[in-house]
């Protein structure tokens, strides 16, 4: 079992940042792949970005390559998304999500957090 915890949203203007975290609770958060989805009002869930569980590998959604970098810390249980140059159409719900399986989208994840709110001013 893994729990996770999301902070780290909040307002910013556009072309500002934000590094948002997720905490993970258990003991095996290393042999999990993680990813960051969000969800804007009145869109479906989307696909952010992914990690490998040992960071090697990312993978990153067009519309944010470039601008945001996933990592994370296997000693600390903790994977952050760090958002650059922020725009409004980033303005969503940001989860983290865990999964025994390497892939992209939202289907197969094993574990989510609740979200933390992210909302970029014009």
């Known amino acids: 079992q893994v729990q996770l915890v999301e902070s780290g949203g909040g307002l910013v203007q556009a072309g500002g940042s934000l590094r948002l975290s997720c905490a993970a609770s258990g003991r095996t958060f290393s042999s999990y792949h993680m990813g960051w989805f969000r969800q804007a009002p009145g869109k479906e869930r989307e696909s952010v970005a992914a990690i490998t569980w040992g960071g090697g590998s990312t993978h990153y959604a067009d519309s944010v390559k470039g601008r945001f970098t996933i990592s994370r810390d296997n000693y600390k249980n903790t994977v952050y998304l760090q958002m650059n140059s922020l725009k409004p159409e980033d303005t969503a719900v940001y989860y983290c999500?865990?999964?025994?399986?390497w892939g992209w989208g939202t289907n197969g994840m094993d574990y989510w957090g609740k979200g933390t709110l992210v909302i970029v001013s014009s």
């Open positions: 999500a865990a999964s025994s399986k």
